[in-house]
T-cell receptor, first 110, second 115 residues
Framework: RKEVEQDPGPFNVPEGATVAFNCTYS??????FFWYRQDCRKEPKLLMS???SGNEDGRFTAQLNRASQYISLLIRDSKLSDSATYLC???????????FGRGTSLIVHP | GAGVSQSPSNKVTEKGKDVELRCDPI?????LYWYRQSLGQGLEFLIY????????KSGLPSDRFSAERTGGSVSTLTIQRTQQEDSAVYLC?????????????FGEGSWLTVV
């Protein structure tokens, strides 16, 4: 099983839609999690950190299910500017090196 | 500086030449990472530095790749005898400390094309 698995998409949604991505991770000792967004030909940028059961920041909500080893990202009221690749990044326990998945591509269209 | 700075931003080199990529991390950040990303692929970990500790080189794909970090700050990634498959964007990142919960911040990357 890969350390991080994400549906690569792309997810094509209209403006205003609600969309959710899931990310599964294999290391049960992972202590914290991050969602990064990466625009085309740009570097990844931090979107949200998750240290407990979840986190919410405006239109973005992350939820962690440790029992099933997955983390989700929910985007409400999608904007055109949300179009990007979303990377799930668990921080494995006992390691100093975060693991990046391939990401999920989101395309928001008018 | 305000962010992670990388140079050059773009580099085109001939197969077989050596290249050096530079990274200047955020001031005060003790951890420094190199990743690379090929077109349409995910981030591939290359090497990690933390303070004065021995670097974690477990991600380097071959002995043509090496990296050093001088004075606990600036890092240089060297690729010897470049091959076409080395073409990718090389991303440097830094964080204030290590361990779970420490956000890493990326530079804009060095785009390498081997022709």
């Amino acid at each position: 099983r890969k350390e991080v698995e994400q549906d690569p998409g792309p997810f094509n949604v209209p403006e205003g839609a609600t969309v959710a991505f899931n990310c599964t991770y294999s290391n049960s000792a992972s202590q914290s999690f991050f969602w990064y967004r990466q625009d085309c030909r740009k570097e990844p940028k931090l979107l949200m950190s998750v240290y407990s059961s979840g986190n919410e920041d405006g239109r973005f909500t992350a939820q962690l299910n440790r029992a099933s080893q997955y983390i989700s990202l929910l985007i409400r009221d999608s904007k055109l500017s949300d179009s990007a690749t979303y990377l799930c990044v668990p921080y494995p326990g006992g390691s100093y090196i975060p693991t990046f998945g391939r990401g999920t591509s989101l395309i928001v269209h008018p | 500086g305000a962010g992670v700075s990388q140079s050059p931003s773009n580099k085109v080199t001939e197969k077989g030449k050596d290249v050096e990529l530079r990274c200047d991390p955020i001031s005060g950040h003790t951890a420094l990472y190199w990743y690379r990303q090929s077109l349409g692929q995910g981030l591939e970990f290359l090497i990690y530095f933390q303070g004065n500790s021995a670097p974690d080189k477990s991600g380097l794909p071959s002995d043509r790749f090496s990296a050093e970090r001088t004075g606990g700050s600036v890092s240089t990634l060297t690729i010897q005898r470049t091959q076409q498959e080395d073409s990718a964007v090389y991303l440097c990142a830094s964080s204030f400390a290590t361990g779970a919960g420490n956000t890493i911040y990326f530079g804009e990357g060095s785009w390498l094309t081997v022709v």
